[in-house]
Each structure stands twice: as structure tokens, then as C-alpha cells.
């Protein structure tokens, strides 16, 4: 098989080699390629957390139980305004916004 790799990935792969820990550009290829299958396992962990929780969601709209945006904003602020002061932190909202910015 051959590939054609973009010039900065070839320079990623140069630097990798320079530094000593592998001994051929096939080497450092073949590290890459094992990284991808804990990252997938992963990504599709968290996918199907994000679609167990839009279900639950839209399970909880079918019931009528929603707040509109405004509220929940204000909920979400409240929350993170309890943790804030229960770690020290100050929390600057500005209010002038239609969307609050949270600095912390």
C-alpha cells in the first residue's frame, strides 16, 4: 500500500523519528493507528450516553415536562454558582446580555 502523506504530517512523523523513539516511519505509523481504537471506543461510550440522554429528554417533553430556555439558563446558574462558592471561586455573569457570559 502507499499513501502520500500532507507535509505537516510527514514533519509530525520526521520529528517523531528524530526524537529517537522509533526506528522507522512505519513504526510511528502503526502507534498512530492503534490510538484510534481507544479514541473510538470512546467517542461511541459518549455516544450513546448523548442518545440515552436525548431519549430521556424527549421522553420528558412527551410528559410535558419542560421549562423554556430562560429558566433553564437560570437553573443551569444556579448550579454552577452553588459549586463556584463551594470551591471559592468568584463568578462574574453579565447580565446585560440576552446570553449570559459566566467568567470564572
Request: charged share 15%; net charge neutral; hydrophobic share 45%.
Amino acid at each position: 500500500m502507499q499513501i502520500v502523506l500532507l507535509p505537516e504530517v510527514e514533519a509530525l512523523l520526521q520529528r517523531q523519528l528524530i526524537s529517537g523513539k522509533y526506528n522507522s516511519a512505519i513504526a510511528v505509523i502503526v502507534a498512530g493507528v492503534k490510538l484510534l481504537e481507544p479514541q473510538q471506543d470512546i467517542y461511541q461510550g459518549r455516544l450513546q450516553e448523548l442518545q440515552q440522554d436525548a431519549l430521556i429528554g424527549w421522553e420528558a417533553s412527551q410528559r410535558g415536562e419542560v421549562v423554556d430556555g430562560a429558566t433553564a439558563i437560570a437553573q443551569i446558574l444556579a448550579v454552577v454558582r452553588s459549586r463556584v462558592r463551594a470551591v471559592g471561586i468568584s463568578l462574574w455573569v453579565h447580565q446585560q446580555s440576552p446570553h449570559p457570559c459566566i467568567k470564572i
